[in-house]
């Protein structure tokens, strides 16, 4: 099984790719850097909570959605 910040990763790949949008559109509507969505994705990087509830509000989930399945 893979390490918490993949499988979160995955997940928000999955949630930003069903929205058909790339990384850098994605982390402009988040106000973050296209390399940091990157590193979030590829498990990484290591989001705080308030960018958790960011990237939540930019893909119109909510936190808990983000983390289902995980």
């Known amino acids: 099984m893979n390490s918490l910040p993949v ?3 995955e997940r928000l ?3 930003r790719k069903e929205r ?3 990384q ?3 982390a ?3 106000g973050f850097d296209r390399t940091y969505i990157s590193g ?3 498990g990484v990087r290591n989001p705080s909570l308030a960018a958790v509830d960011t ?3 930019a893909l119109n ?3 808990e959605d983000l983390f289902k399945g995980l």
């Open 7 to 9: 499988r979160f990763g």
């Open 13 to 15: 790949r999955e949630l």
């Open 20 to 22: 058909e949008l790339s």
């Open 24 to 26: 850098e559109a994605f």
């Open 28 to 30: 402009h509507i988040c």
């Open 40 to 42: 979030m994705e590829r």
């Open 55 to 57: 990237l939540a509000k």
């Open 61 to 63: 989930v909510s936190v």
